[in-house]
Nanobody, 120 residues
Framework: VQLQASGGVLVQAGGSLRLSCTAS????????MGWYRRAPGKERSRVAT???????IYGDSVKGRFTISRDNAKNAVYLQMNDLKPEDTAVYYC???????????????WGQGTLVTVSS
């Protein structure tokens, strides 16, 4: 199982960006999915997560600006980011809690990260 994230670019403050992440491989079921970020000099923190039935949870710093969604048919999770601020600059990682075919284990998978840079 692999998670592939994309969409990170350089954008000006106040702009918008959409990140995408797709899971591939021998997947039986995907439970929660989410986005985390690591800003320069800081630890990785949660941006937003979404349950298997589509209930979102947001970090305080992105509420009202970011929207997480998922497409279960495509094994994908998205992050729509609006009104971007320089402090949103970070490497964004997607995450999925996935059960592979032939197993019953729920494993936490991470994508490779995509860099979002917000200029002031």
């Amino acid at each position: 199982v692999q998670l592939q994230a994309s969409g990170g670019v350089l954008v000006q403050a106040g702009g918008s960006l959409r990140l995408s992440c797709t899971a591939s491989g021998s997947i039986l079921r995907i439970n929660a999915m989410g986005w985390y970020r690591r800003a320069p000099g800081k630890e990785r923190s949660r941006v937003a997560t979404i349950t298997g039935v589509g209930s979102p949870i947001y970090g305080d710093s992105v509420k009202g600006r970011f929207t997480i969604s998922r497409d279960n048919a495509k094994n994908a999770v998205y992050l729509q980011m609006n009104d971007l601020k320089p402090e949103d600059t970070a490497v964004y990682y997607c995450n999925g809690k996935i059960t592979s075919r032939g197993t019953t284990d729920l494993v936490n998978y991470w994508g490779q990260g995509t860099l979002v840079t917000v200029s002031s």
